[in-house]
């Protein structure tokens, strides 16, 4: 490449021709210098293109690396998707999206959520164990006055305050009855979803017992009349492109929760995705499949969004179910005991994984214990989000688990403490004096797990039982002889089908997991589980789901005064209901006794 008038004969070099082309000819003395020169040329090459890596100030051993610019975050969060019910843990299911995602990501497999909807999204959105926002008792109803905490700050708010523009698609389930109430009150710019726990898929009715029934579906703070018609998973689907669509992946990073409504019932799938799955017999269980197939399209086309639209390399994908499945409508949570709405495993125990081009060790499964509060301060400070005002957070920055494969933080787990589930059996006798075990609480600290109360149903339930009704009911696993039990200790990790109680054999481990109860329920704050407010009829309030309660009326003390269900809801008198009642529970115990 040299030019041809150039000449290095004072350098050793001797110029030849060679017909129609110049060459030169090194001169042995000098071929040994010119060699040693060259490579102290490419070792200072080296040197200085590897200074960064050598400075002081980069992450020394020990340090977690996090990504330079805010990422891109989607949380998707299904309902009552069991353990059972995804292709890596199931043969019945296909999700080819769902797992290819995972196996290039983080599985997370010691991954726990709280057994019902809106008390796994309030951990979610504010960090804190229900205990701390007052949302102890089951969910919060249509017609009820109470919503998350409006003191306190939630995620997409932080997120915002980190520069974020945030959007929520779906399920809200966290209260309404006011407009402070609303989600896009609460953090998100935008909100296209329902608002209670349980909506048809196409018409977008839902009910409050089998008479009070209102639209709901919402744009925004207005109510989205005319976009009825469409299955609810396409239809947040092409709300979540259209948002990757006009938005520019370089001028501000991304939160998008997608909060699916599936696969909670009714279960309405399209007829052509039930055809796959025609081979099961368990017709709940075939049209349950088609609606994790419909899911595992819509993270497809989620995710072709991103790369299409420029954002995955610099995204997060967050994806997790909000509690256990319900076996009786085709949901599994095999081999786990128990179902949803329990504190068993099945019921808490919960699928996900976390994908991103970001993380440093992929590919791999994490058995590290996780818990869905733990999402609040991972993904603030993954933003660059400020956490010196968030104090009393019971969530853990768990990004260093996920990406760098390291310990967790967390080392137990308030399941929840609920007073005002009480069962007849239990005592502070049965609970040496340190609690109550009549309370409904769990509470899983390292290896151990203990329960005292009603725990809710304890059955296994493996799949593909009860193709019809009652005939099938009784081809389960029953726990029989627990009858009168208020306390259950097991060591999950060696036992994690709870089938092996240690209550007799380990009084000392009870003793301490019953005073770290004792110790949490001492920063309880009162339950809020307000009676039905009348004025929340949706037909005295244009035929849909709305705020009732105006901005200047002020707030209801409902501190001791609670929710009962025999005197909020009008029942039709039966001549033979304590008659059915009385042979139900007869069968019941005689079938028991023969399995």
């Known amino acids: 490449s040299l030019g041809r008038n150039f000449l290095f004969e004072p350098f050793g070099l001797k110029r030849f021709v060679l017909t129609d082309r110049v060459g030169w000819r090194v001169s042995p003395s000098i071929g040994m210098s010119l060699l040693a020169g060259l490579c102290l040329i490419s070792l200072l090459d080296f040197t200085l293109g590897s200074w960064p890596y050598l400075k002081p100030n980069q992450v020394k051993e020990g340090q977690t690396k996090r990504p330079k610019k805010p990422p891109h975050i989607i949380f998707i969060l299904t309902d009552d998707q069991g353990y059972n019910d995804i292709g890596y843990h199931s043969t019945d299911l296909r999700t080819p999206t769902l797992d290819r995602l995972a196996a290039e990501g983080v599985r997370l497999e010691n991954y726990y959520v709280q057994p019902l909807c809106t008390p796994s999204r309030s951990q979610l959105i504010t960090g804190r164990y229900q205990i701390h926002t007052g949302l102890q008792h089951s969910i919060i109803r249509p017609r009820q006055p109470s919503c998350l905490p409006r003191n306190l700050v939630t995620l997409p708010q932080r997120l915002q305050e980190a520069g974020y523009s945030t959007h929520m698609v779906g399920k809200w389930h966290l209260g309404f009855y006011r407009k402070d109430c609303l989600p896009t009150r609460r953090g998100f710019h935008t909100y296209f979803g329902s608002l209670t726990g349980s909506v048809d898929y196409y018409t977008y009715g839902s009910c409050d017992g089998k008479s009070l029934c209102g639209f709901d579906l919402h ?116 081999p786990l005991r128990g179902r949803k709405g329990t504190y068993w495993e099945g019921g808490i125990r919960a699928v996900g994984f976390i994908h991103s081009p970001l993380l ?191 901005d200047e009326e002020q707030e209801g003390n409902w501190i001791g005064i609670y929710y009962k269900r025999g005197r909020n809801r009008k029942r039709k008198k039966c001549r033979f209901c304590k008659m059915r009642s009385f042979f139900k529970k007869l069968n019941s115990r005689i079938m028991s006794n023969r399995i």
């Open 360 to 550: 440093r060790h992929k590919q791999r499964v994490s058995k590290a214990l996780l818990h869905i509060t733990d999402w609040y301060p991972t993904l603030v400070r993954l933003a660059g989000g400020n956490m010196s005002q968030d104090q009393g957070l019971d969530g853990y920055d768990i990004w260093p688990v996920l990406s760098e494969n390291k310990e967790s933080p967390r080392l137990e787990i308030l399941h929840n403490i609920d007073p005002l589930h009480r069962q007849r059996l239990g005592s502070w006798k049965a609970g040496y004096g340190l609690w109550d075990t009549a309370v409904q609480a769990s509470i899983r600290v390292g290896d151990w797990k203990l329960l005292t109360g009603d725990p809710g149903h304890g059955d296994w339930v493996p799949p593909q039982v009860l193709t019809n009704f009652p005939g099938g009911w009784w081809n389960l696993e029953r726990r029989t002889g627990e009858e009168s039990k208020s306390v259950w200790l097991f060591n999950i990790t060696a036992d994690p089908c709870e089938r092996n109680d240690l209550t007799a054999q380990r009084p000392e481990v009870v003793r301490k997991l019953l005073a770290r109860l004792a110790s949490y329920n001492q920063t309880a704050i009162p339950v809020c589980y307000p009676p039905d407010d009348p004025r929340a009829n949706p037909d005295v309030n244009g035929g849909a789901w709305v705020p009732w309660v105006g």
């Open 219 to 334: 744009d925004g703070e207005s109510v989205a009349w005319g976009r009825a018609g469409k299955y609810s998973t396409h239809l947040y689907t092409q709300r979540v492109r259209k948002i990757l669509a006009t938005h520019h992946p370089d001028h501000q990073p991304l939160f998008i929760f997608v909060s699916l409504q599936a696969v909670h019932t009714p279960l309405k799938p399209p007829k052509s995705y039930i055809y796959p799955y025609r081979s099961m017999g368990n017709v709940p269980r075939r049209k349950y499949a088609a609606m994790v197939s419909i899911v595992d399209e819509a993270v497809h086309n989620i995710t072709y969004a991103l790369r299409k639209y420029g954002y995955y390399r610099n995204s997060v994908i967050i994806f997790s179910s909000d509690n256990g499945a319900q076996p009786f409508t085709g949901g599994s949570n095999w």
